[in-house]
C-alpha cells in the first residue's frame, strides 16, 4: 500500500469515527430537539454531557473532513495543496466533482464557530445555535459522503485501488 494510501485511509477512519459518535451523541439528545431556553434549564447532567458530545464530535467532524480529508484527497489525485487557501481547496474539489455547495460549507462552520465562542452564555441564543447545528448534521455529513462515493468510483477501497 502507498503512503498517500495509508494517509487518506487514516483520515477517513477518523472522520468515521467521529461521525460515529456525533451519531450515538445525536441519539441521545434529539428528543429534546428543537431545543428552548426553557428545555436548556431542564437538561440534566447526564443530557448536557451527551450534548457537549455532540458540540465536540460535530466541530472535530468538520475539523477532520476540511483541515485533513480535503487536502489529502487532492494530494492524493496529485493536486497542489501547499499555499493554497481553503476556498482554494474547496474550488478544486468541486471541480473535480468530489464536493459541492461551499456556501453550506460557509455556514455550517459559522454556526460551529459561534457555538464554540458563545457556549452556556444566553439560553434563547445557545438555543438557536445548537438547533442550526442539529439541522447541520446531515448535511455535514454528506461531505465525507460525497467523498466516499467519489473514491468508490475511482476504484479505491479503504486504500486498496
Not at 502507498?2 to 467521529?18: A, F, G, M, T
Amino acid at each position: 500500500m502507498k503512503k498517500e494510501d495509508v494517509i487518506l485511509n487514516s483520515i477517513i477512519q477518523e472522520c468515521q469515527l467521529h461521525k460515529k459518535r456525533l451519531d450515538f451523541a445525536y441519539s441521545k439528545i434529539e428528543h429534546w430537539h428543537p431545543f428552548t431556553s426553557e428545555s436548556i434549564d431542564m437538561l440534566k447532567d447526564e443530557d448536557v454531557s451527551y450534548l457537549d458530545q455532540y458540540i465536540f464530535r460535530f466541530s472535530k467532524l468538520q475539523d477532520a473532513l476540511g483541515i485533513k480529508l480535503f487536502k489529502s484527497l487532492l494530494r492524493y489525485f496529485g493536486e497542489q495543496v501547499e499555499d493554497k487557501t481553503f476556498i482554494d481547496l474547496f474550488n478544486r474539489l468541486e471541480q473535480l466533482g468530489i464536493v459541492k455547495n461551499y456556501s453550506i460549507w460557509q455556514n455550517l462552520r459559522i454556526i460551529r464557530n459561534e457555538i464554540a465562542h458563545d457556549y452556556g452564555k444566553n439560553n434563547v441564543e445557545l438555543a438557536e445555535k445548537i438547533n442550526a447545528i442539529m439541522a447541520g448534521k446531515k448535511e455535514l455529513e454528506s461531505y465525507l459522503i460525497q467523498v466516499l462515493q467519489y473514491l468508490s468510483k475511482k476504484g479505491w477501497t479503504n486504500g486498496n485501488t
